[in-house]
């Protein structure tokens, strides 16, 4: 059971646009940044988006994140095949003194 | 460029111990603040611990279901982070991945290593 909450699985078709939610605590989410990462099957997971939703360099713009209160969302508009990853949101909580992961979304791109 | 290798993964018996190691370049290692993240397989991440840089105090932080059977150290002088794993269980089976913070007590983790692999098992 993940300290945060995502959905196991999220779908579209390319194009359209997508939302994963991540639900966090006050010991979590309400007082600190939330931070979203991609992994591809097989491979490292990489920074997506880093604190108030910014974008590491080559990240696209198609990719966004908004927060607020216990709970956060990233959303990918324009979807593509090539987004059809799984994303995890991750955030530091004060109560546990350490790093809290959501359990993370598999993306479809149907 | 930033580069993190981790090495020291194997298979092992349970009750057994194995340490780590993350060799790092491309940045200046003695102001970083580093962290080990685990992913069993077919499983979500799970964030090990931290270790402070040495200016910030050092302080070394864990995750509770590995606190006093895990140790982060540091050598600030080959730039290498490394974790011992004592008293290995079964559900310690997970890829290891050494990650830079890039800001302290935050889950922003810039970069990551390729990861290196630990197989507890009888």
């Known amino acids: 059971q993940s300290v945060l909450t995502q959905p196991p699985s999220a779908s579209g078709a390319p194009g359209q646009r997508v939302t994963i939610s991540c639900s966090g605590t006050t010991s979590n989410l309400e007082n600190n940044f939330v931070y979203w990462y991609q992994q591809f099957p097989g491979t490292t997971p990489k920074l997506l988006l880093h604190k108030n939703g910014q974008r590491p360099s080559g990240v696209p713009d198609r990719f966004s994140g908004s927060q607020s209160g216990t709970s956060a969302s990233l959303a990918i508009s324009g979807l593509r095949s090539e987004d059809e990853s799984t994303y995890y949101c991750?955030?530091?909580?004060?109560?546990?003194?350490?790093?809290?992961f959501g359990g993370g979304t598999k993306l479809t791109v149907l | 460029e930033i580069q993190l290798v981790e090495s020291g993964g194997a298979f092992i018996n349970p009750g057994g111990s194995l340490g780590l190691s993350c060799s790092t370049s491309g940045f200046t290692f003695t102001d970083a603040w580093m962290s080990w993240v685990r992913q069993a397989p077919g499983k979500g991440l799970e964030w090990i611990g931290r270790?402070?840089?040495?200016?910030?105090?050092?302080?070394?932080d864990y995750a509770a279901p590995v606190k006093g059977r895990f140790t982060i150290s540091r050598d600030d002088s080959t730039n290498t982070l490394f974790l011992q794993l004592d008293n290995l269980k079964t559900e310690d089976t997970a890829m290891y991945y050494c990650?830079?913070?890039?800001?302290?007590?935050?889950?922003?983790?810039?970069?990551w290593g390729q990861g290196t692999l630990v197989t507890v098992s009888s």
């Open positions: 990650t830079t913070v890039v800001t302290a007590n935050s889950a922003w983790f810039s970069h």
């Open positions: 270790v402070k840089s040495k200016p910030d105090g050092g302080t070394i």
């Open positions: 991750a955030s530091w909580d004060d109560g546990l003194r350490g790093v809290v």
